[in-house]
């Protein structure tokens, strides 16, 4: 915690290449879930080519001090393409666009693709072998097809917010893309197991993928549960239902460090290291079983002993006692913590914008042996490889027409 490793700085190279080297990605897709699929599938070598409307990309309207870094951070590696979707000679450039993709995405509301003419059917026909995946709320069918597909209401819906926070509070709905993050992770992993599928018999596919589902898959078994008992799960913040001790104590100096002890071994080391060896024998305590019963008692004795310690006491003492703690964490903290440095979880990349300029920025998740990901390209600018992109499949002649007819935007 004294060390404060800088975090290491990688450059862009154009010429890298990864596992999903040749693989043509259109991506129609806004907000999280879908640029986050669509990054994992950048970040191995895949050309996504964003076909972006001429206000570009509600991501890039989400700035800090004037910066884009949503943007910035799920959109490395991917081609940006401006197109006037409202005109139908658009329409007609995407069509030419999936005619050598693999995989396209989108996040409409359900049925606006089919009014752009753009709907799966005509896409497999044009391309039989094409993988599409869409993104919405609640799917593309069913009662709640054309709800608002916000990640907020997916996460009152699914579980999730009932069971977050205190039992003498109000439910708790999280900080962060909870509900889009699990559904681009998930949708990532079902594109390549559709694209596998595609590669073996020539039959692409649809994917509907919701935010509801992988958030309320990662909720179970509350279903079996609720059948089982008829009793709800309570709110009980940071602690535990199934094991104690486990919760989040308070140092002398205003840090915050989280415990685990869910196992009979670890409990008895930790008892043994607060000087209470006699509590393994407390009929209160002597089974996990007792310990949930009696949680708030054992809580409150864990509490009073970390109470007296700083954080780096406490961590230093649990850590050489072999105990499961750790510190609770915030970006500051982080940003200069040896496992996140030496781990590369956060990498710093070049970026004219920052005052620093150097961009921090997640490093490569999953980690491969043989194909460990790319740098290849900042997020692009809105319309940045129009060229690129368009002219071989157009012609320059085309592109030029397209963009004096205002079909193709240029970055401002």
């Not at 990864?18 to 990054?39: E, I, M, W």
């Not at 979707?85 to 409409?108: C, D, G, M, T």
């Not at 699914?158 to 926070?165: C, M, Q, R």
């Not at 104590?249 to 930790?270: F, H, I, N, P």
Request: aromatic share 6%; with cysteine.
């Amino acid at each position: 915690m004294t060390d404060r490793p800088t975090p290491h700085r990688r450059d862009f190279d154009p010429a890298a290449t990864g596992a999903l080297q040749g693989l043509r990605v259109v991506d129609l897709s806004r907000l999280v879930a879908g640029n986050l699929l669509t990054k994992v599938l950048a970040d191995h070598g895949a050309e996504v080519v964003k076909v972006e409307p001429p206000e570009g990309d509600t991501l890039r309207a989400w700035r800090i001090q004037g910066i884009s870094t949503t943007w910035k951070t799920l959109s490395r590696n991917k081609l940006s393409v401006c197109l006037d979707l409202r005109n139908p000679e658009a329409i007609v450039v995407v069509k030419r666009l999936v005619e050598e993709a693999a995989i396209f995405v989108e996040s409409f509301r359900p049925g606006i693709l089919e009014v752009m003419g753009l709907s799966p059917e005509a896409l497999l026909a044009i391309n039989p072998r094409l993988v599409v995946v869409r993104v919405s709320g609640w799917g593309q069918d069913g009662p709640y097809r054309h709800k608002p597909g916000f990640g907020t209401l997916v996460e009152g819906y699914s579980g999730f917010a009932a069971v977050n926070g205190f039992a003498d509070r109000e439910p708790v709905l999280p900080p962060m893309y909870m509900a889009d993050g699990y559904a681009g992770l998930y949708g990532a992993a079902t594109a390549m197991i559709a694209l596998r599928h595609a590669e073996a018999t020539g039959q692409g596919q649809v994917i509907d993928l919701t935010l509801f589902d992988p958030i309320h898959v990662m909720m179970e078994p509350q279903h079996a549960n609720w059948q089982l008992n008829r009793k709800l799960k309570p709110r009980t913040g940071s602690r535990s239902t199934n094991a104690v001790p486990r919760n989040a104590y308070r140092t002398r100096d205003g840090g915050w460090v989280c415990l685990s002890a869910s196992t009979q071994g670890m409990t008895e080391k930790l008892l043994r290291s607060i000087g209470r060896e006699e509590l393994i024998a407390d009929p209160r305590f002597r089974t996990n079983a007792d310990r949930v019963r009696h949680g708030e008692e054992l809580d409150a004795i864990i509490a009073d002993h970390i109470r007296g310690l700083t954080l780096a006491e406490c961590l230093a003492k649990f850590d050489a006692a072999g105990v499961t703690i750790g510190p609770i964490m915030d970006a500051e903290m982080l940003e200069h913590n040896r496992y996140v440095v030496e781990r590369e979880a956060v990498i710093e990349v070049p970026d004219a914008e920052m005052p620093s300029g150097w961009l921090p920025m997640h490093g490569m998740v999953p980690r491969l042996s043989a194909t460990p990901g790319i740098l290849a390209r900042p997020a692009p600018r809105l319309g940045e490889h129009n060229d690129r992109i368009l002219s071989p499949a157009l012609g320059e002649a085309e592109v030029a027409r397209l963009r004096a007819a205002g079909v193709v935007r240029d970055p401002a």
